[in-house]
């Protein structure tokens, strides 16, 4: 009689050799055969004979990162950061702009100089802080609310003494979530009715920046229609700890400002 070692070696040989074909022996434990396997579609590529692209594509600034004046970070930790000095010192840098990253809302931007003396309009909203980059230290996450449900999101990086902003971008947000070190923003579809497009930001090493490393349009209400207006967006707690269950937590009111023409 064989010992057991010797049984299972043979065992675990016989699978390996035969992968799912007649078993090697019905007395000593054999496999079964789970019937027939489907062959593999590779990818076919279509249009082989097109030439390569020689202009770049239109440059949208995902990769665009700056570091932000005046500001200094002991011990690289942004805690000790005051969210709303970051975002005040953007707006004294980049006065009167309107698009790109630095873009905002006319009446956005007072509302961000008049914080300190009308904190109720203040539309920065309560930072976050999650490491997104895995070096070990946390990120600032901030948000800045705009009319017509606008979102402004930015993420900023604490090194060699100062604040870079790896990440800024401006959308009609449904919410705002971190997932590992991913942070995936939900934004309404307004030409697809009951659809929505889930965005997913990750760091970029080489880029040295935060990237939209996944796009998707997912479908979110079977067989209705979407409301004609989006719900207000919220922020979603960072979890606590890996596999820990985050909270939505409420939003403070919208910015009561005077309204102007979009820029």
Known sequence: MRPRGVQLAAGVLCALVLGGAAGCGRGEGGLESAGATPPAAGPVRLWPDLPPATDPPIDYGETDTERVPGIKVADNDVHAVDARAVVEAEVRAHPDTYSGADGLYAETARAIKACGTAPAACPIMRPY???????GRDELIV????????????????????????????DQVISVELAGRDLIMRVSSAGIPGYEYRTAWSWDEQQHSMLPTRDEIVRVKPGRTAPPTVPAPRLVSPTPAPGATSTPLPLPPDVAVPAEPSP
Do not use: W
């Open 143 to 170: 948000g800045i609310r705009m009319p017509d449900q606008q979102v402004g999101v930015r993420v900023y990086l604490a090194e060699n003494g100062g604040l870079t902003r790896v990440m800024a971008t401006v």
């Open 129 to 135: 802080y999650r490491d997104l980059t895995g070096n």
